[in-house]
């Protein structure tokens, strides 16, 4: 019987083109083309839109993968997922976390031996989405369709192992809009920016509901067009979800714990009840197997691989009922991202950490929450 | 015999120009003409050169004092020391910190009844500081006369004693660059910026290092002209500084302990370790006298009155080992400010914290590491 | 027979608060309390959501207005319309542009002597427009009945007579939101900025058609609620608006020529055919009366008083066949507002200009094109 | 007898990677591998420390170039000179300026018999310059010799005929500064920015002043360590300089016009006057050769090739006698860009302009004032 055994490897990255911990990781075996199968990370920049170290990184990694598996660069999305977020404002290393996905044969009975759950990965892409869908109904039934399929890749069943899904959805373009509008369709904002009515926040949060729908956390008769951010009580406790213009299909890769799984590796999520609670961060640490009462000690901590943390802005100037500006401050997209950074980096005690955010309001948490997973190892 | 009973309000401000909280305190007698000596705050805006919220707050809070003194607004800061701290990014709550300051008549042999040490404050004013002196020894020596005078006024003699040494002096315009020039004199710098050769950063760095030499934290002997910004290895644990292009005159305003105080607060202080250690902003609550083991409850938290903090960016673009690109972030100034913030937000679990800095580098604290100092309440 | 003699001032400010050319206006009895109608401005800061500059000069400028009135503040409003546009970045003197009229009893057949027309000013407030109004019909039609009250107050007729609108309308605020979907109503955006798809922009724009409306330049029966900030083929080439959220009803201050008028100035307009496009400036000189061919000389440029002119950010990534970035820029707002302006000075040779913008696209002026009127001496 | 043909061809760039100009002008052989001598060009992006669209556009263009040249990568500086300007802010269309220099045999007698001078290109490497020389005296008599050899490689003898000198010249990085500090040296500057004391604009104005004083603009008498950044009145008009960490050497390319010259092409310059002077902007268009009085028709404009101009903020805040706040606008860097853009676009009707600056202050042209020169073919 197959089982699988993932790795997470975190290569900091020297500048947006800086492949060498790759190369290492390639040269070494510990991630060969046959189990390579997502890079997540961070590039270094504003993250603005005229941002151009996250596209640099973007052709880079997917010109080296390429090579790595022997593919022209087209057919590399078939194969690897790739969640690249612009901008490492503060205090976070650029860096990619390089995930691994082995199928190990073992014995029939063997499986249920392992008495804790151990981290098991899954991807899928979902249907094209025409840019009538992005934001809408549309992006998030396919969306949830997609998780779905990812589930069964990853071998889950049951929604609470499922710690952290990171999809990617189209966006919309100048051109994509033209096109939608000539064939009589409408669409669901003509602002391109990430800003509270941008297309690029309707997409990445109607892809958080299709993961909120799939697992079971929003009931499918709460969703319509009309709740995409309006209904903040609607939300997923473990997306992670970005969009392009460039995309015409969903991707989605999934993480969760299963008790089939070979890995030495476990994962666990929290949210953060507001934009100051270390303590949220602290749970997520908890809840993938750090064992400590108030604060973690080295030794725990260095048994800490990775953590993705979303830092989405409060849409609320109120945090435990004292006024903050950031809503006002014109660089809230940028300072909202670095605090989401300094907030993990003073629990984890280090600054490679996966952080995105700077939007306002998202379906992605609860409101004023934010989303904070974790992968520890349990051995090895 | 005479003894001091320090008090300090915080009051969050609505706008730039909200004495609302003032109001308050004039209307219910907890400040009196008699007994307001200091006003310490941040203002809403983006804190840049070119930010009007604090000019704004100032001119009104000037007006706001004159009144309540009954004196001339251009009277009022040779009474109230104003220091005033621009730019509130992120999690950091626009307020100002009022301090008043009583003289109790108590009998003689009382004062060394109380066994532990009470809050204190002193003040004083330096002679005038000519462009030529800004940034270089001329400043340094007057900061270091001041600070010793508003020690005695404290009531002050071991600097052990010392926890917050607030200091405005002279920085330099281009009208004053001129003077200097006309004089055939020298400036330390002709760029007018907080940038790292700045004449901002030289003036609040020669008064850092000032205070280091009133209190011993330097010896004279290691001070000359040349140090400045160039020897990092000096620097005071308790200063914290700014300076302003229309001022002529340094001020001091400094905060201690002293066992004849009959304050309810005490002071206490600590240094970071590096840009993300929030556990030196939990000793520096510890340090003023909060009681806890890893995590304070909310209990203790709700003993602390206010926290002062610097969140000077580093000079490195290394934190504990890995790289961070702040130093290339063009918003570095805002960012770091922000980043101080979170770190004493997310420990304090409040954003009414006073967090300034932005600058890179600073005598203002050991190198990486940041000056936080603490006012509890004790009893009462 | 009363006619109108119309006077305009350009006071430069050295600061926000700056009144020293109003009140040497006053002083000098240029200005008095009851012919003073209008104060249009240029604020320093940068004009973003988190610049103060705007705010404070508001407030002193009224406080200063109400004294010279001998009205409470809050009166103000009633009977001086003010129009502040924050942000001057680049070649923008920060100044208030003063308007007084005045009414002079002249002999009936004098009116038509003069053979040619002169400026007039005319102004209007609207019924109040609740939130669900913004942006949508309710608005434009307000906004286009007021500034037919505003024609007659100016005493014109023909629409061609008219040169430039300035209006101001409500937005919307989180309060206004709360407000109107409360009542059940909706509202056109929850984007409080002036982004692409915000509240203000929609305000300013449905502002823009109301002018169109009234003067014929858009018929009724193209507008609707649909089209506002979706075609662009409707525009008006006279309307300057712009929108707050702390506002309930609209306010309509018009110019234009009127052979009835005493005055010795007179006003013109024309729109650029695009961004880069020089012309377009010199043809509203033309317009407002400057002679000259290709370039006017010194002594035409003395007779111009003031330009008004908007800098709105075409849609286009196109400027004559050549890809730009504007769209692109982060700083986009502040770099098309500061375009403009170097527009216009490069052809009057002054940096007093009142220039306002930095949206992207707009109902006020043509597809990629801007709006410029010019108020030239004719003599005196 | 050998004599230059010089072209020069402007290819738009639809993102920082985009060669397809590049490629068009190899295939259909207007460029040759022995013809190539320059790329001069500007970049999209923030062109602000963290632009990452430069350096990216430097990397793929190496590559094309050295795939093109048939040479290794690390050869290609010694063969073709690089001036990448990162940065285009407002109206500046991203691209790159190709400059092809073809020898050819031309019988003795017909150099003479063109009347009129065309355009000619020489170019030079400069001696290794160690980072205590950045910004001193050393760097200036370097780039001095350069220019010199430059000049001799043009066929030029008289400074008359120089148009344009287009230099590269190391500036500081941390790692040089300790260098020079470890052998006991100093450095002009801890500041690794463009701002006002930043070692980066030393390198430049350092860079300015050795083509000052190779084409006599500036008496070597004058020169010493203390002139550089203090004495505005000296400048070069033809000198556009930039620095880079990564350079050891300095590098000239340096266009003026000979009568011994073959091309279709003619260079001239001006500068302008002030900030908004476009009749500076016109003057260099006249200076090339084209004929008009007050404004270029489109027939005369068909014929400009390229315009290359400054855009340095001058270090007043007074434009003709009015206050503007540029220098105090924290994007004045890019805004100071764009307004350069701008005062050329506006003139040329065209937005490929390469329009470099942003900077406060230079010896790149007179106080106040900005270097325009001007390419335009004058047959063929």
């Given at each position: 019987m197959k089982a699988q055994r993932v790795e997470m490897f975190v290569c900091p990255m020297a500048t947006p083109s800086d492949t060498s911990g790759l190369q290492q990781l390639a040269d070494s075996g510990k991630v060969r083309p046959d189990t390579l199968v997502a890079l997540a990370g961070k590039t270094e920049g504003t993250g603005q839109h005229d941002d151009w170290g996250r596209v640099w990184a973007d052709v880079v990694l997917r010109e080296w993968t390429a090579?790595?598996?022997?593919?022209?660069?087209?057919?590399?999305?078939?194969?690897?997922i790739f969640v690249l977020s612009g901008g490492c404002p503060g205090v976070i290393t650029p860096h990619i976390a390089v995930v691994a996905r082995e199928w190990i044969e073992v014995p029939d009975g063997d499986i249920d031996a392992k008495e804790d759950k151990r981290l098991v990965v899954g991807r899928a892409g979902s249907d094209a989405m025409p840019p009538e869908e992005v934001g809408r109904m549309g992006q998030i039934e396919k969306v949830a369709?997609?998780?779905?399929r990812a589930m069964a890749d990853a071998g889950l069943t049951d929604p609470r192992d499922v710690h952290l899904v990171m999809v990617k959805v189209p966006g919309l373009t100048t051109a994509s809009i033209k096109d939608a509008e000539s064939r009589g369709k409408t669409v669901v904002s003509h602002d391109l920016t990430f800003g509270p009515e941008?297309?690029?926040?309707?997409?990445?949060?109607?892809?958080?509901?299709?993961v909120a729908m799939a697992l079971?956390?929003?009931?499918?008769?709460?969703?319509?067009?009309e709740v995409v951010r309006?209904?903040?009580?609607?939300?997923?406790?473990?997306?992670?979800?970005?969009?392009?213009?460039e995309k015409?299909?969903?991707?989605?890769?999934?993480?969760?714990?299963?008790?089939?799984?070979?890995?030495s590796l476990r994962i666990g999520h929290a949210v953060?009840?507001?934009?100051?609670?270390?303590?949220g961060v602290r749970n997520a640490l908890r809840s993938a197997g750090l064992?400590?009462?108030?604060?973690?000690?080295?030794?725990?901590?260095?048994?800490?691989v990775h953590v993705f943390a979303k830092s989405v802005i409060p849409g609320s100037d109120q945090v435990r009922g004292r006024r903050i500006t950031l809503l006002d401050d014109v660089d809230a997209y940028q300072i909202g991202k670095a605090l989401g950074g300094m907030l993990v980096a003073s629990v984890t005690g280090r600054t490679t950490n996966y952080v995105s955010g700077g939007e306002r309001n998202s379906h992605q948490g609860p409101p004023g929450g934010n989303i904070v997973a974790a992968v520890v190892r349990v051995d090895g």
């Open positions: 090579k790595f598996l022997g593919i022209p660069v087209t057919e590399v999305a078939k194969q690897v369709e997609a998780t779905r941008g297309a690029g926040v309707y997409a990445n949060d109607a892809a958080a509901l299709g079971g956390e929003v009931p499918e008769s709460a969703l319509s067009d309006r209904n903040w009580d609607l939300y997923s406790e473990v997306a992670m979800t970005s969009s392009g213009g015409r299909h969903g991707e989605v890769v999934l993480f969760g714990n299963s008790s089939g799984s070979q890995s953060t009840k507001d934009f100051i609670d270390a303590e064992q400590f009462e108030a604060l973690p000690s080295e030794a725990e901590l260095s048994r800490l």
